[in-house]
């Protein structure tokens, strides 16, 4: 039997949490180790706990900077993995700014969402002094508070009484972030708007390791941080930098070599030569791939000496982009609307790839006289340090928009564009004179500011939400991408009167032609593979990926998380 061996912990029937270890008779080598994002019962999976010892790995390879592929990196050198992260130039640079971030927003919500429990326990242990002396003691759902505190009755007794147990603790730690989770000027503003279940007394906070956790294992704080701002600084001193074409033996036995993905600044995909037993098999990692003609990167690298096993993300299978030009054209539409009506184009934007991919649209349009001067507001303070770092690497750059740097021209520079990066800037925009544009993260109304200026926006007819990338499901960006004519914002039901707009062409993922444009250079390659994983992408999305894999004589197949796979 074969010792070597691939597991899938991430990215298994499902988009995020990318995390894939390959075992030989030598070594332990993790590929990504991503966060699960979306539906609650993919983000429990974070605190699932590492499926292996993080101190037994030899090598992290890392394929971008996209939270879904990196996020848990601070998380795996917090339980004990010493080894080195090597990734490419760009990818360092975009991981810091993604990791701290990460570390920090994590501390701001569970200090927020501290102050928010705190604050609904004082309201039932309020109304359990009011109602006590009739309900005291009355049937199995009253419970005494610890310490033989006020009762607590009904449905979410047992709720109230474990919130004011955090509230005693949190009295005498408020922390900076007082003022905003208390509902002040500040509510919520620099953080993830908190899903339900955590934040409104009528879903009490639930445990999210529930449905994964064996039975008499003890139960984790759902909202504490996995990790916070040292945890990823100190992740980050583990990586090691590294060129595209550059061949680095990790581990022993184990050869990788990255190739430019055209996905995001520093994206790639690995290639990996593994001996074990006196033979050599080929892995290839695809991670995320870019579209072909994408203006400002390069475009996804073919692999031409084939492989014995690929893994291809599928995230747009089954789909097919809007053509480039068609989808610049909405754009332009969309800006003259707002031009002609005085309105707000709100677009939600990623802050790393699509905000640069925008600019450099919005610029050339405007060259091009097809759009008029319009105010832009570009707020997230990530997509400004992203779009320097953009700037820093013009070797990664395509002919086109090298072209354009040697002559002169900025193309990721919109004219009089402003970055916003401090909460009172981002305050302020909602007073400046229209038309203007905004773009904010997050990319699917997740979290971040955008929401702020949705809830702005929402009911306001001369207002447009645009929205030039995928919407996962369950999100609120995917809500009213489908049609949704009522939502709730920050616990209040809000009515969508403002204009809804989608453009697909924008995709910094390819689509299911280009992916298996891409599959093509295996197939008659001289060394053909034995099976192509399908990772990354929805149920559906995989299924029909697959389909097309078949077709192109080559053997799919769709792992499940946590699956082992022996590779013969």
């Not at 692999?303 to 299978?317: F, H, K, P, R, W």
Request: proline share 6%; aromatic share 6%; net charge negative.
């Amino acid at each position: 039997m074969a010792r070597m061996k691939l597991q899938f912990l991430g990215a298994a029937q499902t988009v995020t949490g990318s995390q894939y270890l390959l075992t030989t008779d030598q070594a332990r080598v993790l590929v990504d180790c991503g966060m699960f994002q979306g539906l609650p019962e993919e983000s429990r999976r974070n605190r699932a706990g590492f499926a292996y010892d993080p101190a037994g790995l030899d090598a992290v390879l890392l394929t971008h900077a996209h939270l879904d592929h990196c996020g848990m990196l601070p998380a795996l050198v917090k339980d004990g993995y010493r080894g080195p992260i090597h990734t490419t130039r760009g990818t360092t640079e975009l991981a810091t700014l993604v990791l701290l971030d990460s570390g920090k927003l994590q501390v701001e919500q569970a200090k927020a969402h501290a102050e928010r429990a705190a604050r609904l326990a004082i309201r039932a242990e309020r109304a359990g002094q009011t109602s006590g002396k009739q309900v005291a003691g009355d049937g199995p759902a009253a419970v005494t508070g610890a310490g033989g505190g006020a009762g607590y009755h009904g449905p979410h007794a047992a709720a109230a009484a474990e919130a004011a147990t955090r509230a005693r603790a949190v009295a005498s730690d408020r922390g900076p972030h007082a003022a905003a989770a208390a509902g002040g000027p500040d509510h919520h503003w620099d953080t993830a708007a908190f899903p339900r279940g955590g934040d409104d007394p009528e879903f009490p906070p639930t445990d999210p390791e529930s449905i994964l956790r064996p039975a008499g294992q003890g139960a984790t704080d759902p909202f504490a941080p996995l990790y916070d701002e040292g945890d990823a600084n100190r992740a980050l001193q583990q990586f090691k930098s590294l060129d595209y074409e550059q061949a680095l033996e990790v581990a022993p036995g184990i050869r990788a070599t990255f190739h430019d993905a055209g996905h995001i600044l520093g994206s790639a995909i690995i290639v990996l030569d593994v001996e074990e037993g006196g033979a050599t098999r080929r892995i290839v990692f695809s991670g995320d791939l870019g579209r072909s003609d994408a203006p400002i990167l390069r475009d996804p690298t073919a692999i031409l000496g084939g492989a014995d096993y690929v893994l291809c993300e599928s995230t747009y299978g089954g789909r097919e982009h809007e053509p480039e030009q068609e989808a610049i054209e909405i754009l332009a539409q969309a800006v003259r609307a707002t031009a002609d009506h005085s309105g707000v184009l709100l677009v939600p934007s990623f802050a790393i790839g699509r905000t640069q991919d925008l600019l450099w649209y919005l610029d050339r349009l405007l060259s091009a006289g097809r759009i008029p001067h319009l105010p832009l507001y570009v707020d997230s303070p990530m997509a400004s340090k992203a779009t320097a770092a953009y700037r820093d690497f013009p070797d990664y750059f395509d002919a086109l928009t090298h072209q354009l740097l040697v002559s002169g021209d900025s193309p990721l520079h919109y004219p009089g564009m402003e970055f916003t990066d401090t909460v009172e800037q981002s305050k302020a925009i909602a007073h400046k004179p229209r038309p203007m544009m905004i773009l904010s993260a997050s990319g699917m109304l997740n979290g971040g500011r955008i929401v702020h200026h949705l809830s702005e926006l929402i009911d306001d007819p001369q207002a447009m939400l645009l929205f030039v990338g995928y919407q996962g499901e369950g999100t609120l960006g995917a809500r009213l991408q489908s049609g949704a004519t009522e939502v709730e914002l920050f616990g209040q039901p809000r009515t969508v009167r403002c204009q809804i707009r989608s453009v697909s062409g924008f995709s910094a993922h390819a689509d299911e032609d280009e992916l298996v444009a891409w599959l093509e250079h295996f197939v008659g390659a001289p060394r053909k593979p034995h099976k192509v994983f399908v990772v990354h992408g929805d149920p559906a999305a995989q299924a029909a990926l697959a389909q097309r894999i078949s077709g192109l004589g080559l053997e799919p197949y769709r792992a499940t998380w946590r699956e082992e796979v022996p590779l013969d």
